[in-house]
């Protein structure tokens, strides 16, 4: 029997839509550490894309830490749960840049032998990239991703490239998708040295031929939806969390209080195809 300190939220069960959790009863912790434990994911799968941690106001709920996983401000401090390295004979962190969304932006794949190299916390399928006005000639050739097995740099399967017109990459905004690896290994960025590539899982992409003219990333960003098997973790604190090193440092984190009644909302994107999951919480302080 769980007690206090760590308890079910919600019970193992294939889902495709919105769920709330019973009611929970706080009695003198001030934060919690929320446990997604996805076990099961369709041939097309299900897609968490936001966690609601929520206080009971009377016959109420009032939203108080939102982990929006397809659309929360990203983390671009040390360590990162998102990396984005832009690798022309040597690699420029370009993370703030290409989550700025707005100002900033990286020339990108200068040449074949250029790398975008995109890690995450979480496994993910889908890659966005919007490019400025400043579009790749078309003479660059396909796109080539790869994905880190844990002993070499492997192509990834099921790849489209949105971003392709006629044949040539980097010529349009769009979302590049493919197969989340089943043997998909964390680390290995290839010789960057930010602290947190060891906890990321990495893709890196290229063009097959250098082109005319290199395009002008204004953005590229992960899918931030849980949509593979894994356990996945969130933290709500009164303090700043941290594990006082990298290697520690698993889960995002949002400061508050945990209030003394609570529920767990979980949205769904992707509400036609199911996702098998349970959800446990520990208490904290």
Known sequence: MLSNYEISVLESAARTANINSADQQNLRHRGVAILVNVSAVGGTPGKIAQLDIQAKIGAGYLS??????????????????????NYIGSHADVTAAMLDLVSSTATICTTNAAYVYVGQLYKFGLVTIDLTATVASADGGVMVVEYWNGSTWTAVAGLVDGTAITGNTLRQDGSVTFTIPSDWAKGDGNGITSPEVPLLYFVRFRTTTSTGTDAIAQSIVPSRTISATGQYGF??????????????????????????RWRLTVIHEDQSN????????????
């Open 64 to 85: 108080i830490a939102s982990f929006g996983l397809s659309g929360r401000s990203l983390s671009i401090a040390n360590p990162k749960e998102i990396h984005v390295s």
């Open 235 to 260: 933290v709500l604190a009164p303090v700043p969390f941290s594990s006082g090193s990298a290697t520690g440092w698993t889960m995002p984190a949002i400061q508050g209080v945990l209030p003394k």
């Open 274 to 285: 199911s996702i098998t999951y349970d959800v446990v919480a520990s208490y904290l302080m």
